[in-house]
């Protein structure tokens, strides 16, 4: 392996360790938000006599008779992701039609080893696919390197390379950027932030008794008689 690969090569595990541990603390906090706000999101809407329409989350499967609040807002953000997942898709389709011929052998060197027909498994099988469609250079010379399959690196890997250590990086920011993360990471003004975005996101306010400490002090502290001199 030369000095250049296993520069990446070290980064590239690095980011994988980094990634599973991220996850791994997301689900926790994800658990710990959903404990203490998850009520609010479930609670059933104002209800109309005649609801001529339902509103569906796709991601919670939450049902609700009006619209949720600040829906246009919702909506937007909808059709962007929607708008992004399609460039995404023509974009792989792009990537799938001019892969180098080096990358192309290198995949049918390794499909050939890990094929199931082949004494491989299925699940290494689809992992390497995987890799291939989504252009993991990466984590196809980390195969590679397995089963002792020979790649000589060059500058026209690098570009690949350095998209393929950015994902990861990119994956790990998204996952530090949701409110779970926000809620559970953050300090006191995060934790504000967070109140407002659940109140403004389900028209309910949060109880005195789902506050943190500090906050539940700030409340005892505004609500307490002041004497007048």
């Not at 609040?69 to 799938?96: S, T």
């Not at 993360?181 to 934790?191: A, L, R």
């Not at 109880?207 to 001199?229: C, F, I, R, Y």
Request: proline content about 4%; glycine content about 2%.
């Amino acid at each position: 392996m030369n000095r250049k690969l296993k520069k990446y090569n070290l980064k590239y595990e690095y980011l994988k360790l980094e990634d599973a541990e991220t996850k791994e603390e997301l689900e926790s906090y994800i658990k710990e938000f959903n404990d203490r706000f998850s009520k609010y999101y479930n609670r059933p809407a104002k209800s109309s006599n005649s609801p001529s329409e339902v509103w569906v989350n796709e991601e919670t499967g939450e049902v609700r008779d009006d619209p949720p609040p600040n829906f246009k807002e919702h909506f937007e953000n909808f059709k962007k992701e929607q708008a992004e997942r399609e460039r995404v898709k023509l974009e792989k389709i792009e990537e799938l039609k001019n892969k180098p011929e080096k990358l192309k052998k290198l995949y049918k060197k390794l499909a050939a080893k890990v094929h199931p027909d082949r004494g491989g498994t299925n699940e290494l099988f689809q992992e390497v696919n995987s890799a291939y469609e989504s252009n993991n250079l990466m984590a196809l010379l980390t195969k590679a390197g397995e089963y002792e399959i020979d790649y000589e690196v060059d500058n026209s890997d690098t570009t690949i390379l350095e998209r393929n250590l950015k994902q990861i990086e990119e994956e790990i920011a998204r996952m530090k950027d949701t409110i779970a993360w926000t809620w559970s990471t953050g300090d006191i003004e995060s934790k504000k932030f967070v109140i407002k975005r659940v109140e403004s996101e389900t028209g309910h306010t949060v109880e005195e008794e789902d506050l943190p400490d500090e906050l539940k002090k700030e409340v005892s502290d505004d609500t307490e008689p002041k004497l007048l001199n």
